[in-house]
């Protein structure tokens, strides 16, 4: 862009520039209140009002039992989840975005319906099909209940990572005498992964943190965001800080490592 | 979508096609159907017999077909698992959510509720609900507004100006997804609390007055309004409006700007007519993005309002889980269902956009 020409031009120019880091700060304020939190000796079981700095709670993050319970169910669910989502939608990825077929478009759009629909309607309305067929609910439902948004999530991002990929190389391999099995895990698969990876790790992050459709569909289970609200009422121990101080600085690490790997990648790729 | 149309092939390939297309929507519909229980007993064992020949079926019509009949086969076969269990676990539960929104308690304390076509239910939603849906719909709207006003000039500033810094800011965006949106919520009704940091400055400042005016804050307190409710809303939706705008001013060439001032056109006037129209579609998908869950949301109205801020997603809840009247709540959550799909279809027209996925 060129440069400012009048002083007016300069002051909009910093005016929208700080109305952006405002944005921006606005995003983290109760993200530095949740970190800053997990450092605090409260009074009482509430741990909402500031009274002295602490690192006991991170010296022992696992001493609430049922906390950390609940806090293991979550990535137990996850884990399962995201690994049976990530491969259904990464291959309706492939699918989609690989060849050209009849009724893509539609089955596009069924695709994209889950993501469309309030999480109360996808948690009521689950409820009601596990009442009907008169299943107990608990640890399988909530999985099957997450699964079933993670695949249309892993399928969409995934096919918008590989949008620009150029599938004439599977061609060129072939041609050159390769498999088609061995094209797929030599060719196709290294170049569609870092997609995969980045769309289970981020499925990984809306399994553990979700509270509605896992609402509906637990039953007398606790995971960590429904043992959030559960006992809300009457705790709220500087341990559940902890634990979403390191679920976020988890995801953090990974996200930079990602970001790294793939900017010194395109230094190789451009030089 | 790039292009995914359907190529004109031999009339051989074309049969291939369908036997594929059809072969996924007969299993589809096969496992839904099961899975609303409209066929039980001996004929849901042959239908899941039907099914399993289907799918093996199609299997062995890859095997035993030439390397064509199998690239043409492919795609099915890669779609039908996900598909297959979308049609199981998203299709068919919206069918028993709509057979129990017609459905009947026999009494107060029955868990059990009997299909009996009962639609008072959505009667009922309507004249004991009729408030909490307004609340429900007006809160997510404005919040969605809010969140065009914060984040377009956020996604703005990232795309053009943020130089190498791109990937950082935006990373920094997304990190919000990444810590426990109750405890977020949790983290708000702390800030907003009567003896918290906001509060406290908005008092310090002397501008209670103003605030008070300006109907934000309520009898000296912020927490517990529906400022406090809508401003929840905006903060934990906001991130899902910064991205869609991003990634749509991030393919704007700048040269299409630079042209534009090359030809004595304002910066203002280069943003109406270039920017704006071109970062279209990445609003109409925040919008949506924001707006379907936050008119479902009722962590916000819980953590942060009084009982005079309840959305509609608080009733579903409540009658729900709490007073088990699961007829009523299946009515009022297929009701929230069916305003939200009208109102996506008509703003879909409205700004006629296919950048939907």
New interface residues.
Partial sequence: ??APTSSR?AA?RWG??L??AI??L??????A??VW?SFNEPKGRYN??WQRFTLENWSDPFSNESLTDAFAQSLKIAAISTAIAT???S??A????????????G??L?????L???????G??????F???DVTRGFTTVV??H??FQ??FV??TVRARV?GFDWTLEQAAQDLGASPMRTFWKVTFPLILPGILAAAL?SF?LSI?D??IT??TAGSLST??LY??GS?RVQ?PPQ??VL??M??LA??SL??IG?IRS?RRGVVGSS | ???????AGPPAA?RV??I??GA??VAGALIAAI?M?LITGSLAVLATVLLLAVVLGLVFAAVAGGPDTR??L???G??K???L??AL??L???F??L??SLSTLPSRFAV?AEFDWNFGNYADAFSDFGAQFGRGFLYAGIATLLCVV??Y??A???A??GGRWR???L??????????????T??????L?D?GPIVGTIEGLQLTGLFEAAGIIDNGRLINTPAAVIGGLT?NF??FMILPIYVSLEKID?AL??AA?DLYST?GAAFRKIVLPLSVPGVFAGT?LTF??A?????NAEYLGNPNTTMV?NS??DQ??VQNN?PL??AM??V??II?VVA?LSYTKLLGTEE??
């Fill in positions: 862009m060129s031009g909009a929208l520039n109305y952006a944005g921006l606005y995003l983290f304020v109760p993200i209140w949740i939190f909402i009002v491969l259904l939608g291959m309706i492939v699918a989609l975005s690989r060849y050209s077929f009849k009724g893509s478009s089955l596009n069924f695709l994209v319906l889950p469309t629909t309030p999480e109360i309607v996808l009521s309305s689950l409820a009601t099909l009442l009907d067929w099957i209940a699964i079933m695949v249309s399928a969409l949008r981020l992050a943190d509270f509605i609402l509906f960590f965001p959030i609200n809300f709220f559940a800080n979403a101080t679920i976020l995801s953090v996200l930079l970001v900017s | 979508m790039a292009a995914t149309e359907v190529e074309r096609d369908l594929g297309l996924l929507l899975g229980r690239r043409r492919a795609p099915y890669l779609l698992p996900g598909m269990w979308l676990f998203y068919a539960p919206l028993t959510l057979r129990a059990e914060i984040g000039p956020l703005y500033v990232i053009f100006r990937n950082v800011l990373g920094l965006v997304v990190v919000p997804f990444f810590t426990s949106y109750l405890i977020r949790i983290a708000w009704s702390s800030l609390a003896s903060y906001l991130p700048p700007i630079d001032k910066a949506l379907i869950p008119a479902g949301d009722f962590i997603g579903i809840q729900f889980l699961t709540a299946s959550s297929f929230l269902m939200i996506v939907l996925s």
